[in-house]
C-alpha cells in the first residue's frame, strides 16, 4: 500500500464550488504539507502542519483552508473555487524537520470551469 | 529571498549519453539541496540528497556535489536509460537550527531519453 494517498485522484468543478482535498499517510510522521504544481512553476507550498494542532500558512494559502483531523489525516479545502486554481495538488509528509526526506502523494489533478 | 534556479527544459538525450542539469541556489544561510524526481504520472519522491559544502549525494546512478563557492547542486548520470525519463526538481531547505523551515523548489526539468 501507498504512504501516502489522496482523494480524488481527479476533480472537475465549477466556479464557485465548496472542494475537499484528503490525504492520510501511513509514514507515522507529525509533519504534512499541501502544495501545487503549475507547468512552469515548480511546486508551491499552501500549507504545513508540524503537529494535530499546529497549522502554518504557506506562499500561497489565499483561498484555501486546511484541517488536521489526525496525525494521519490533512485535507485542503478550497471554499470557493476559481479558475486560476486548476492545477495538480500534492499533499506530502516527512519527519521532525524540513532536511528530512518528504514523501509525496501521488497528486489530485484539480479543474476549476 | 530564498530560490533555486535550474536549466530550463525540455532536455532531450539519446540512450547511453552523458546527462547534467544544473541548478545553482539563492540563500542566506546553509541549506541541504535536494534533487526530487517526478515520473509520468506520479508525485515526486527523493532521488538524493547533501546536507552540507562538499557533501555528494548520490542514487541510482546520479550524483550531485553541494558546492558551496558557486552555489550549485548539478545533477549528473553518466549513462542514461529510457527509464530516466522523468522531471527533475532541484530545492533547498534549512534545518530548524536557523529558524527558517521551508522546502523552496526549483521549476523543474523535464528530460526524455530516447533509444
Known amino acids: 500500500d501507498a504512504d501516502v494517498t489522496q482523494t480524488p485522484r481527479n476533480r472537475i468543478t465549477k466556479t464557485g464550488k465548496r472542494i475537499m482535498l484528503e490525504c492520510s499517510q501511513t509514514k507515522g510522521h507529525d509533519r504534512m504539507y499541501w502544495y501545487r504544481q503549475d507547468p512552469g512553476l515548480g511546486l508551491r507550498l499552501i500549507y504545513y502542519?508540524?503537529?494535530?494542532?499546529?497549522?502554518n500558512k504557506g506562499e500561497i494559502s489565499d483561498g484555501y483552508s486546511v484541517s488536521r483531523q489526525a496525525q494521519a489525516k490533512f485535507s485542503l479545502s478550497l471554499e470557493s473555487a476559481i479558475p486560476n486554481q486548476t492545477a495538480l495538488y500534492f499533499c506530502?509528509?516527512?519527519?521532525?524537520?524540513?532536511?528530512?526526506?518528504?514523501?509525496f502523494g501521488p497528486g489530485t489533478r484539480l479543474t476549476v470551469l | 529571498g530564498d530560490s533555486v534556479t535550474q536549466m530550463e527544459g525540455p532536455v532531450t538525450l539519446s540512450e547511453e549519453a552523458f546527462l547534467t542539469i544544473n541548478c545553482t541556489y539563492t540563500?542566506?544561510?546553509?541549506?541541504?539541496l535536494f534533487w526530487y524526481v517526478q515520473y509520468p504520472g506520479e508525485g515526486l519522491q527523493l532521488l538524493l540528497k547533501?546536507?552540507?559544502?562538499?557533501d555528494k549525494g548520490s542514487n541510482k546512478g546520479f550524483e550531485a556535489t553541494y558546492r558551496k563557492e558557486t552555489t550549485s547542486f548539478h545533477l549528473e548520470k553518466g549513462s542514461v536509460q529510457v527509464s530516466d525519463s522523468a522531471v527533475y526538481f532541484c530545492?533547498?531547505?534549512?534545518?530548524?537550527?536557523?529558524?527558517?523551515?521551508?522546502?523552496?523548489f526549483g521549476t523543474g526539468t523535464r528530460l526524455t531519453i530516447i533509444p
Open positions: 540563500a542566506t544561510g546553509y541549506p541541504s
Open positions: 547533501a546536507t552540507k559544502a562538499d
Open positions: 506530502a509528509t516527512s519527519g521532525q524537520t524540513f532536511t528530512d526526506t518528504q514523501y
Open positions: 530545492a533547498l531547505s534549512y534545518s530548524a537550527n536557523f529558524g527558517n523551515e521551508k522546502l523552496t
Open positions: 502542519s508540524f503537529d494535530v494542532k499546529d497549522i
